[in-house]
């Protein structure tokens, strides 16, 4: 009986664990259906926020280029308003009067501004990047415009001083690009630098380069540094900017290269990319240079006489045998007689352009090239010269 009992208590707890077992079950299933709901809501809302997303980024894009257009907009009235005011100013100057400086103040103010090189008050504009032309590197070197530097940099290793009739100078090599060029320049004073990643202190020379951005050319002051790490030789800080120029970041090389045809250090990064996909920014020069190395080319010269270059041997054949021909042409002058026919239609011919005057005019006989005197003869040689080829002619009765 008590087993009986036993078995009946275990099987009745088997029961209800089974039905306690299917409704954990039943709530796992719809927590699981509820997770997947909630993952599904989730997903809509992930696509609408991209959706908007993207649109809000489309609207930006939109806006912004509205902007630029805006602005390019008031750009150009403000240059037509400024150029109308020039205008203006000329003739208010210049008044009605016809003296020659009314006159000038009309042309100048007839004569449009650039105003994408300069700013209306007379100030030229700087890029962010501007090319600057060192003379006494005879380089052009790409330098950053920093506003926050009080006085400019350049690139300088192997530094060292001496002095030269009385004169302290400092000796000192740019490095950029895989060049080296060395260079002279006079000390004006040492600086005490603070860099901004430290308050560390360190001494720097100072000296004056003359160099030119676009149609400007200065003398100003700058602190040698080495800057082969990094990316530009050049800095331009504020000793140079002020009361000359304004900077627009926007823009990178607004001033065009005063040395367009010289050599370019540009800034490493670029040079780094020309490199990899094998460009060289400075292969016109080099080759100009490697001529220049070998010899003046000689050249035909009507004005100052004919260059030779700097080997007569290695003249170019026209210029030789244009140096034989005046020397040929100078025995008719030398002897008083008329230049032959075809010279004289060819300095006819040159007059004509401006490079030679007329030539003299006269009769079509011409004196025999060296070594051919059995070819030709004078007019009055002729006349004396009996005819080799002549039938003797009979007498008549």
């Known amino acids: ?101 009314s006159k000038e103040l009309l042309k100048a103010a007839a004569e449009p501004r650039n105003y994408d090189l300069e700013t209306p008050d007379g100030k030229m504009i700087f890029g962010g990047e501007e090319y600057v032309y060192v003379q006494q590197a005879n380089a052009t070197l790409a330098a950053r415009v920093d506003t926050g530097a009080s006085v400019s940099s350049i690139t300088a290793t ?92 926007s823009r990178n090389y607004v001033q065009q290269r005063a040395d367009p045809d010289g050599l370019v250090l540009i800034n490493r990064d670029l040079f780094v990319l020309l490199q990899r996909n094998g460009v ?43 140096a034989l021909r005046d020397e040929y042409m100078q025995r008719f002058t030398d002897a008083g007689l008329p230049l032959p026919e075809d010279e004289q239609a060819r300095r006819a011919r040159e007059g004509a352009h401006g490079k030679e005057g007329a030539a003299p005019s006269g009769s079509k006989a011409a004196i025999p090239a060296p070594g051919d005197e059995d070819k030709a003869a004078s007019p009055n040689e002729q006349a004396a010269k009996p005819e080799k080829d002549a039938e003797p002619k009979e007498a008549e009765d």
Request: with cysteine; glycine share 6%; hydrophobic share 35%.
């Open 158 to 249: 192997n530094i060292s001083r001496f002095e030269s009739n009385g004169v302290k100078m400092v000796r000192f090599t740019i490095e950029a690009n895989g060049r080296a060029i060395d260079c002279e320049a006079p000390f004006l004073r040492t600086t005490r630098v603070r860099q901004s990643s430290s308050d560390d202190f360190s001494y720097r020379l100072v000296v004056g380069l003359n160099i030119k951005i676009g149609s400007y050319s200065a003398y100003t002051e700058f602190n040698l540094q080495d800057r082969t790490r990094m990316d530009f030789p050049m800095l331009l800080g504020r000793s140079l900017l002020t009361d000359i120029a304004a900077v627009d970041v």
């Open 1 to 101: 009986m008590i087993r009986a009992t036993i078995l009946l208590a275990a099987a009745a707890a088997t029961l209800s664990l089974s039905a306690a077992a299917e409704d954990v079950g039943d709530k796992l299933l719809q927590v699981k259906g509820t997770m997947d709901s909630i993952n599904g809501e989730l997903s809509s809302q992930r696509a609408e926020i991209s959706r908007l997303k993207s649109d809000l980024q489309a609207l930006s894009g939109e806006n912004r280029k509205q902007n630029r257009q805006l602005l390019d907009e008031l750009k150009a009235l403000r240059r037509q308003n400024q150029s109308v005011l020039d205008t203006s100013s000329a003739i208010i100057k210049a008044g009605t009067g016809d003296q020659p400086a």
């Open 280 to 322: 060289d920014p400075n292969k016109e020069y080099d080759e100009r240079q490697k001529l220049l190395e070998g010899g003046q080319i000689a050249t035909p010269d009507s004005d100052y006489g004919t260059n030779l270059g700097t080997s007569a041997p290695e003249a170019l054949p026209e210029v030789t045998q244009r």
